[in-house]
């Protein structure tokens, strides 16, 4: 009998070793190898012999190497999922063959919107949803809390990757969902369910089977405490697009991200209210992010972030408050707190105004997190304003980068943001010289600014 042969994997880094050692040499990270079982030649071969890998990267009879400019360039063929904003973050459908992972907290709402989607889909075509976490009674009762269509729709209570694979050759499902990745095991992996090695051969196992029959795949991921995806890294480079499902506890708006997508934009925004028949879709999501007082209020102002490839409005406040401490603080949620504080240094040289004394307080209202250098101008306006004690018009937007040498530079699709504000009504907008239309939008007054000095003025 031949002898089983391991490996040892590093979990951070994927480097593998023959032999067990405390720290990995291509990572340094301590402490993150893991026993990895490998296939002998015998079974390899056997495999071999018996898996056709044909349509794996995109296609049947790939064995004859073509010139580049032979490739067909028709579109790749799409199908709707039934809800528009996840269509959106997928890039305009959903894609044969694709495998996505769908990760978020506990509560997010992964099972509702995939139920939901998987309801209707089984509709036009074979759909089957896997479930490992919960019983198949679980799901029928949230189905039906839901109000969904269960007559079409497949159902499969197993946690054997194996048994799942022979199960859906012999529905041949269009679409299929697993719930989740973590709990799945192969028999030849001699780990435990959710284990780096369990979780990498299996996610292997079955994204390798979606391409070959050209099914939709979808993994239900776990995050981490700090919120990012649990299980080895090399998960999210095998599947096609990874989607985050974001939202807290204290709100019923949820936001599903993309953060890598080979079939459409990435970062690309996706909002849903949670009800109680479930996840809705936002169609208009900046009427959500600006339901602001009726009046002005001092450190409150209005920008247009761009997510993936449609503008965004959001409100941004600020709060500035004499500090009682030798080191004032500085709290920035929903922007990057560094960037924040190398603003208000550059606010401090070129714009005359000292909050080195002072405890800085900065918001993004709804949660939304803006990662982009358009939110400066209004970040540091904000700031003035709640400084000042001085309210800004409501019906002022503003966005802009801002230099170290308190320059205002221009912002990708400025043009296109200042058309967006204008159909929420806002009626005067200080943007970057470099964003200003050619032709002055009727009943918008565009104030184009240079520097930092030029845009407090025009306060």
């Known amino acids: 009998m031949a002898r089983q042969k391991t490996a040892y994997v590093c979990n951070d880094c994927g480097a593998d070793y023959t032999k067990w050692q405390g720290q990995c040499t291509a990572c340094n990270a301590w402490n993150t190898l893991t026993e990895v079982r490998l296939a002998t030649a015998k079974t390899a071969t056997n495999e071999a012999r018996n898996v056709r890998f044909d349509g794996y990267a995109g296609g049947a009879g ?8 032979e490739v067909a ?26 495998a996505v992972l769908m990760g978020g907290h506990p509560g997010a709402g992964k099972s509702t919107l995939l139920l939901q989607t998987m309801c209707f889909l089984a509709e ?80 292997a ?5 979606a391409k070959q029959t050209g099914t939709v795949l979808f993994l239900v991921g776990h995050v981490t405490k700090d919120g990012s995806l649990a299980g080895p890294k090399v998960l999210e480079h095998m599947i096609d697009c990874s989607l985050q499902l974001e939202g807290s506890s204290d709100s019923r708006f949820r936001t599903l991200r993309s953060h890598k997508n080979r079939f459409g934009a990435v970062n690309e925004l996706g909002v849903f209210a949670m009800l109680e028949n479930g996840l809705k879709e936002v169609k208009n999501p900046s009427s959500i992010f600006l339901s602001r007082e009726e009046g002005p209020s001092p450190g409150s102002v209005v920008m247009v972030v761009w997510e993936g490839t449609r503008p965004l409005l959001v409100e941004i406040q600020a709060l500035v408050d004499q500090s009682h401490m030798n080191n004032p603080r500085r709290v920035a949620v929903g922007l990057e707190q560094n960037r924040m504080a190398m603003l208000l240094a550059v606010l401090h040289r070129h714009g005359g105004i000292m909050t080195g004394d002072q405890d800085v307080f900065v918001n993004v209202v709804g949660g939304v997190k803006v990662l982009e250098t358009s939110a400066d101008l209004a970040l540091l306006l904000a700031v003035v304003s709640s400084f000042r004690d001085q309210s800004l018009p409501h019906d002022l937007m503003v966005f802009g980068e801002v230099g170290l040498s308190g320059e205002i530079r221009p912002v990708p699709n400025g ?3 200042i058309r967006e504000a204008a159909k929420h009504g806002f009626k005067r907008a200080i943007v970057p010289k470099g964003n200003v239309p050619k032709e002055q939008l009727q009943g918008m007054e565009v104030v184009a600014v240079t520097k930092l000095t030029e845009a407090l003025e025009a306060l």
């Open 73 to 98: 360039l028709e579109e790749m063929p799409r199908f709707t999922s039934g809800a528009g904003e996840l269509d959106r973050v997928l890039g305009g459908g959903l894609v044969p063959g694709s």
């Open 62 to 69: 790939k064995d004859q190497v073509v010139n580049l400019s």
């Open 415 to 417: 043009q296109e943001r």
């Open 124 to 203: 036009q075509m074979p759909a089957l949803y896997v479930t490992g976490e919960e019983s198949l009674q679980q799901v029928a009762m949230r189905a039906n809390r839901l109000g969904l269509p269960t007559a079409q729709l497949k159902m499969l209570s197993e946690t054997s990757v194996e048994a799942i694979c022979n199960t859906a050759q012999q529905l041949k499902p269009k679409v299929m969902v697993i719930d989740s990745i973590q709990v799945m095991h192969m028999a030849d992996v001699q780990s435990a369910p959710g284990s780096v090695s369990q979780v990498r051969e299996s996610a």
């Open 205 to 209: 196992y079955m994204t390798r089977f």
